[in-house]
C-alpha cells in the first residue's frame, strides 16, 4: 500500500513538472512589414491560464484596438487544450524599424516573457477596400494631394510641391492633424513656404465632385540631380467624424470618429539636363531670368584711397545656388576678398532677389586704369536657351599718388620732361637690412661651441643644490602644511581682496567667503549657519578656542558693516585678521 501511495505522490510530481516545462508564451504579428497607413494585429497567446498580464508600451505605434480577449478551452479524447490570446490593433506612428518589447504573465508565480519582436514600416501603400465600414467611408471622403506645378523641369530649375487636404461634404475633421512622415527631399534643394497655421478653406474639385480643400503645406524645390527623382509622400494622422450605423432616437444617424492615416502617395519626376549645345565657356550654373550690373561708388580717387565695386546679380532662379563672375583687375589695383550679401525671397514661384559681390580697392600708384567688361551666363528655362550678359566697360582714375614703373617707362617714350617723383615712392623700401657676412667663423671650437660643451657640467651644483633645498622643502610637514593653508585662504578671500577698495562690497564678500569655507569644511547649509552652532561645530574638530573667537568676531564684524560705514584701515585689517584665521583654523581641524 505504501509503495503504491508512493508511486502515486510520484507520478503527481513529474506531472506537474512537465505541465509546468511546457507554458508557452508567445507573440505573433499579422504581418512584419507594412505601410505607415496600415494596422498591425499582435496577439499574445498562451497555453495555460495565467494572471497580471502587462503588455509592452508599444514605442512607436498607436494603440487603435483592444485589448481583446478570447479562452479556448476543450477536452479531445480526455486531453485538455487550452489557449487564452490577448490581441490589440496598432497603428505604426513612425518610418524605419521597430522593435515590440516584452510581455509579461504570471503562472503559478512564475513570470514569462514573450520574445521581442521587430516589424518594419515603409512608406505609405495603397490599402484595398474591405467593406463599408467607418474607415472606409473616411478613406473615400478624405484625400491628400500633392501637386507638383512642372513634372519635367530642368536641371535647377523651381518645382513647386503643394499639399491640399480635400475633404467632402459627407464627414467633417478637426484641425488637431498630426504629421507623423514628413518627405525627405532627397537630391533636391528645398524650402517650405511657412502659412502660419493660416488654413484657408476653399471650394474645389476632386474627381468631378464638390469638395472642401485647405492648402496644408507649398515647398519650393530646386532639382540637383538629371534623370527621374522621387518624391517622397506626405502621410497624416487626422480625426474624421463620420456617420456611423448607430441612430438617434430622432432617427439620425450618431457621427462616428476615426483617426485615419492618409498619404499623398509618392510622386515621381523626370529631371531635364541642361543642353550642351551653346553652352557659354563662362556658365556656372545660373538657371531663371536675370539681369547683372557692375558698378562702383567712384571713378576718381587719390593713391591709397578705397573705392568699392559691386557684381549685383538679380532677378529669379536659382540665386543661392550659383557665385557671381570673378573681377579681374591690374596688379597695380590692391584688390581685396569679396564681401558676399544675399537679398532673395522664397516664393511659390521660387527664389527671386539680388545677390552682390562688394570688392574693396586701393589703387597704389597714379593713373588711369581700365575695367574691361566682365560677363554672365545663365540659362533661360523658358526659351530653353542660354543667355549672356556684359557689363560696361569704365576707368577708374588715380589723380595723386606715386608713379608706378610700367607708368614711367611709357611716359619717357612719349615725352623727354623729367619727372617728379613723390617722396612717397620709397615709403615702402625697407630700410633696416639684416646682412650677414661672408666669411663666417667655424662652429667648432669656437667660444659658442665650448660654452655648450662645458655649461651642462656647471649646471650640475645648481641642481644640487636645487634637489637639496626641494627634499628639505618636502620633508618640511609643518611648513607644507602652513603654505597649504595660506594658499587655500587666499583662494576664499580671492573676491575680498579685489574690493578691498569699496567697504561695502569687501565686507559682503568677505561673509560669503566665510560662509563658503564653513560649507566645504564643516558641511552645512547658510540657513544653519548659527553662530552658537559653528561656535561648537569648530570645537568639536578640536580647534583652539581663541581662533573660533577671531572666526566669530569676523562674522559679527561683516555683519556690523551692514549697517555702518567703515575706514580703509578697518578693511584692511580684517582682511589680514581672515587670512590668519582660515590659515589657522584650517591647519588645527580634524
Not at 18 to 46: H, P, W, Y
Not at 194 to 217: A, H, I, M, P, T
Not at 344 to 365: E, H, K, L, R
Not at 427 to 446: G, P, V
Request: proline share 5%; glycine share 6%.
Amino acid at each position: 500500500m505504501k509503495t503504491k501511495n508512493f508511486l502515486f505522490l510520484l507520478g503527481f510530481v513529474l506531472c506537474s513538472i512537465v505541465a509546468t516545462a511546457q507554458v508557452q508564451f508567445d507573440a505573433k504579428v499579422s504581418k512584419k512589414k507594412l505601410g505607415i497607413n496600415e494596422r498591425l494585429r499582435i496577439d499574445f497567446e498562451m497555453n495555460q491560464d495565467g494572471d497580471n498580464f502587462r503588455p509592452p508600451n508599444f514605442d512607436g505605434f498607436r494603440v487603435v484596438g483592444g485589448p481583446n480577449q478570447s479562452i479556448s478551452n476543450s477536452w479531445i479524447n480526455g486531453k485538455r487544450s487550452f489557449s487564452k490570446t490577448y490581441s490589440y490593433f496598432l497603428s505604426p506612428q513612425t518610418r524605419g524599424k521597430v522593435t515590440i518589447a516584452q510581455a509579461t504573465i504570471e503562472v503559478e508565480g512564475e513570470t514569462y516573457k514573450t520574445l521581442p519582436v521587430e516589424v518594419e514600416i515603409t512608406a505609405a501603400v495603397e490599402v484595398p477596400k474591405d467593406g463599408n465600414n467607418a474607415e472606409y467611408v473616411a478613406s473615400e471622403n478624405v484625400h491628400l494631394v500633392a501637386e507638383i506645378s512642372n513634372a519635367s523641369p530642368f536641371l535647377n530649375e523651381a518645382i513647386t510641391v503643394t499639399y491640399k487636404l480635400y475633404v467632402s461634404h459627407d464627414v467633417s475633421i478637426t484641425s488637431q492633424w498630426r504629421e507623423i512622415d514628413t518627405p525627405k527631399y532627397a537630391d533636391f534643394w528645398s524650402q517650405n513656404i511657412d502659412n502660419q497655421n493660416n488654413f484657408k478653406v476653399s471650394e474645389g474639385k476632386y474627381n468631378g465632385e464638390d469638395y472642401r480643400f485647405v492648402v496644408l503645406r507649398t515647398t519650393v524645390l530646386y532639382p540637383q540631380k538629371t534623370g527621374e527623382l522621387e518624391i517622397e509622400p506626405l502621410t497624416l494622422d487626422i480625426p474624421i467624424d463620420v456617420q456611423g450605423n448607430r441612430r438617434d432616437i430622432f432617427g439620425r444617424r450618431v457621427m462616428e470618429r476615426v483617426n485615419k492615416t492618409i498619404s499623398a502617395g509618392k510622386r515621381a519626376i523626370n529631371v531635364k539636363p541642361l543642353p550642351l549645345e551653346g553652352r557659354p565657356d563662362g556658365f556656372n550654373g545660373a538657371v531663371g531670368d536675370f539681369t547683372f550690373e557692375v558698378s562702383t561708388n567712384k571713378t576718381a580717387l587719390n593713391a591709397n584711397e578705397s573705392l568699392q565695386l559691386d557684381v549685383k546679380v538679380s532677378g529669379k532662379g536659382n540665386l543661392k545656388l550659383f557665385t557671381a563672375p570673378t573681377v579681374k583687375l591690374p596688379n597695380t589695383l590692391e584688390v581685396y576678398e569679396p564681401e558676399h550679401s544675399e537679398s532673395v525671397n522664397t516664393t511659390i514661384a521660387g527664389m527671386q532677389g539680388s545677390i552682390t559681390d562688394s570688392y574693396t580697392i586701393v589703387p597704389q600708384f597714379k593713373g588711369t586704369y581700365p575695367v574691361n567688361p566682365i560677363t554672365f551666363s545663365f540659362f533661360d528655362p523658358k526659351t530653353e536657351k542660354y543667355r549672356t550678359i556684359s557689363s560696361k566697360e569704365f576707368t577708374i582714375e588715380v589723380k595723386n599718388g606715386p608713379i608706378s614703373s610700367a607708368t614711367e617707362s611709357t611716359n619717357s617714350n612719349d615725352s623727354k620732361k623729367q619727372v617728379v617723383l613723390s617722396k612717397d615712392n620709397f615709403k615702402y623700401i625697407k630700410l633696416d637690412a639684416n646682412l650677414e657676412s661672408i666669411s663666417q667663423e667655424e662652429f667648432f671650437k669656437s667660444p659658442l661651441f665650448w660654452s655648450l660643451l662645458g655649461g651642462p657640467f656647471l649646471l650640475i651644483p645648481l641642481f644640487i643644490l636645487a634637489g637639496k633645498k626641494r627634499k628639505a622643502r618636502l620633508n618640511d610637514v609643518e611648513g607644507n602644511k602652513l603654505r597649504r593653508a595660506n594658499k587655500l585662504a587666499k583662494k576664499y578671500l580671492s573676491e575680498a581682496k579685489r574690493n578691498t577698495s569699496n567697504p561695502v562690497t569687501f565686507y559682503e564678500s568677505l561673509e560669503r567667503a566665510l560662509h563658503n569655507y564653513l560649507k566645504a569644511k564643516l558641511n552645512i547649509e547658510t540657513s544653519e549657519m548659527e553662530k552658537s552652532l559653528i561656535s561648537k561645530m569648530l570645537l568639536e574638530r578640536n580647534v583652539e578656542n581663541p581662533m573660533v573667537e577671531n572666526f566669530i568676531d569676523l562674522l559679527k564684524s561683516c555683519e556690523f558693516a551692514r549697517y555702518a560705514s567703515s575706514s580703509e584701515v578697518s578693511v584692511q585689517q580684517d582682511y589680514n585678521k581672515a587670512l590668519e584665521v582660515i590659515s589657522n583654523i584650517d591647519k588645527q581641524i580634524q
